[in-house]
């Protein structure tokens, strides 16, 4: 027989267990893949794709400007951070900055993101986001009235990805970076335990390939503390970017926060 002491313990017990559990992630629950090409219900939708390129299933989250009809509108990639996923976005701010920019007069479009790792880019393993985003999210797209990709925004690592992309997709009409992760040698690189090897990191690495980055349609954004400024800036000075952007601000949140409606209206004035 329990006392009524273990019953309050055990009622104290539980409430506290169900604080402590870990809340959702932001946005919307996943809902099913379409099954047939069928324009968004939503602004926002969080949907479940098996990825074969990277093995495993990922969260497209899809956005488009509140009170604009999605069907045909052109797709900017997304690409998160390390330790961040898709609906980091969502956290950001996207949805609300977008429709803003919209209502402002920027050319709509639709912004897509997907989950990623390792800097975006095949480094030993069977794990390759640059083939899903090269020949698995333009049907994904597709399936959704949406166009191919042509356009990429990346923060941080996703950065390093965005500008990876960028090399293997010339015909993009925009190509955005907040706090670029870009590393100026191998040491710096190997630190972040996560290239296969030298070879590796320099088949990847943008800064070695600034030949292969377009300037026209490219912008650069960084805060002054960041840690990759100095990286930043070796970029800029490499390529010439038609935009660049070194402004007051750390490796955080906040930044990205202040620079996204930039972004936002740098990316729509070059897909209309």
Known sequence: MLSRRDLLAGSALALLAG????????????????????????????????????????????????????????????????????????SLGVPAVLTAAVRAGTPPFAVAALDGDHYWVKTGGADDPQRMLTDEVPGWLAARDLRPPSAV?????????????????????????????????????????????????????????????????????????????????????????EVSRFTPGAHDDEYWRGVLPEIVEFVGERLS
């Open 19 to 90: 604080c402590s559990a870990p809340q959702p992630p932001p946005g919307p629950l996943p809902v099913p893949a379409p099954t047939r090409p069928s324009a968004l219900p939503e602004p926002v939708t969080v949907q479940r794709m098996h990825s074969a390129a990277r093995g495993t299933d990922v969260d497209l989250v899809l956005i488009t400007p509140e009170g604009v009809p999605a069907t045909g509108l052109p797709v900017c990639l997304a690409l998160h951070g390390r330790g961040a996923r898709a609906r980091t976005f969502l």
């Open 153 to 241: 925004f990346g923060i941080s690592m996703g950065g390093f990805g965005a500008l990876r992309f960028a090399r293997a997709h010339p015909d993009l009409k925009a190509v955005a970076t907040a706090s670029a992760a870009l590393f100026v040698s191998w040491p710096d690189a190997r630190s972040r335990k996560v290239f296969a090897d030298e070879a590796n990191w320099r088949a990847e690495e943008p800064l070695l390939h600034p030949a292969e980055l377009r300037p026209g349609g490219l912008g650069v954004w960084c805060g002054a503390s960041d840690p990759f400024l100095g990286a930043d800036r070796k970029l800029v000075r490499a390529v010439n970017p």
